[in-house]
C-alpha cells in the first residue's frame, strides 16, 4: 500500500510529525495506568496550564466534532442556542453533533466577512427576540483560524468580549487552527483566549501533527463541573490516553507545535505569493494562516483534479481551497503552480 504524495486538501490528510511519534513510542514503554491516570497525561495537562498561564481544566477526546459539541453542551441547556458564523465548522461539518450532544440548543447563524462574527451581527441575533418562545442566547462561538483561513485580530477578539459581557454570554472557541493563529499573530496564547473573554477552547492536535487528539481546555473551571462523566457518557474517555497526551506533550515540549503551524502558515505564503504572480488568478480571502483560497477557472480546476491533485472546492463556484501542514514542501507548491499555470495556457 502507498500513501500519495504531500496534498493540499487538508491539514488532516498529513501524517504524524516526528516529535508527537517520538512521544508516541516513549509512552509505549513498559505499561502505565489508563483512562488519563498516567504520567503522561499529568505532564501534559500541567504543560498547559503553563502554556496559557492559567490553572485551567484540560480533557483529551479524540477528534474535533466531539470536542466542539461537548464543550458547548457544557456550555448550554438545552433550550439555549450558539451564535455562531455561518460557515463556521459546527454547523457546516458536524452533521448536527452539537445539538445532539446538548440535547438540542440551536445555532443561530450570522453572516460576516471573511468568516468573522461581528459584535454587531451578535447583537442583532440577541436583540431580535426576547419573548420565551425563541432559544435563549448563551453562546458565542468563534474560529481561530476561521473556515476561511483568516484571524480575528486581537481587537476584534477583545469586541466580541465586550459584546458578550453585555449579553451575557459565554465564549467558546474552535481553535483546529489555533497553533497557526498563535504563530501567525505574534500574541500568546493567554491574550487571545481568555484574556479576551473565552471561557472554553478547543485546541486541536491532530491537524497540527498528532495522529488524532484535541485538549478543550475550560478557563472558567466552573463550566468544567462534571465534564469528565460528560465525556466518558459520549464514549470520548480514551482508556490508554498517554496516546493522545504524550504526543501533546511531545508537541508541547519540543516547541513543535508552533515549528509546525509556523512552517505551515509560510508555505501558504509562498503559495499566495506565487498565485498573486499569475493572471487570471484571484485571492478570495485575505490569507493569514495556513489556508489558501483561490478563484480558478472551471476547466483549470478538473485539469488539476484530473492530474491527481486534490484541494476542496466547497466555496461556490470556482473556489478552491489548499490547505498547507506540517509536512507540506515548498518544492510541491512549485509542482502545483507550474500544473496550474500549464491548466491556464491551455
Ligand atoms: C477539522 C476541523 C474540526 C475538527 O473536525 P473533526 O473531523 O471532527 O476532527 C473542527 N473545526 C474546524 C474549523 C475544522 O477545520
Known sequence: MH??????????????????????????????????????TQKATDYFRELFEIDCEVF???????????????????????????????????????????????????????????????????????????????????????????????????????TARKYN??????????????AAMNQSPADITWKSGVDVLCFCGTKNGMALGEAIIFFNKALAEDFDYRSKQAGQLASKMRFISAPWLGLLETGAWLKNARHANQCAAYLEEKLLNIDGVEMMFPREANAVFAKLPEQVIQIL???????????????????????TTLARIDELVNDINLALSK
Open 305 to 327: 483534479k484530473d492530474k491527481g491533485w486534490q484541494f476542496y472546492t466547497f466555496i461556490g463556484v470556482g473556489g478552491v481551497r489548499f490547505m498547507c501542514s506540517w509536512n
Open 3 to 40: 500513501n500519495q504524495p504531500e496534498q493540499f486538501a487538508s491539514d488532516n490528510n498529513s501524517g504524524i510529525c516526528p516529535e508527537a511519534l517520538e512521544y508516541m513510542l516513549q509512552a509505549n514503554q513498559g505499561s502505565a495506568p489508563a483512562y488519563g491516570n498516567d504520567v503522561w
Open 169 to 182: 454570554l459565554k465564549i467558546h472557541m474552535d481553535g483546529a487552527r489555533f497553533a497557526n493563529a498563535v
Open 60 to 162: 483529551f477526546v479524540f477528534n474535533g466534532t466531539a470536542a466542539n459539541s461537548l464543550s458547548l453542551a457544557a456550555l448550554c441547556q438545552s433550550y439555549h442556542s450558539v451564535i455562531c458564523h455561518e460557515t463556521s465548522h459546527i454547523e457546516t461539518d458536524e452533521c448536527g453533533a452539537p445539538e445532539f450532544a446538548s440535547n438540542g440548543s440551536k445555532l443561530l447563524l450570522a453572516k460576516g466577512e471573511n468568516g468573522k462574527l461581528t459584535p454587531e451581527a451578535i447583537a442583532a441575533l440577541v436583540t431580535k427576540r426576547t419573548d420565551i418562545h425563541y432559544p435563549k442566547p448563551k453562546v458565542i462561538s468563534i474560529t481561530q483560524a476561521t473556515e476561511l483561513g483568516t484571524l480575528y485580530t486581537k481587537e476584534e477578539l477583545l469586541s466580541i468580549k465586550e
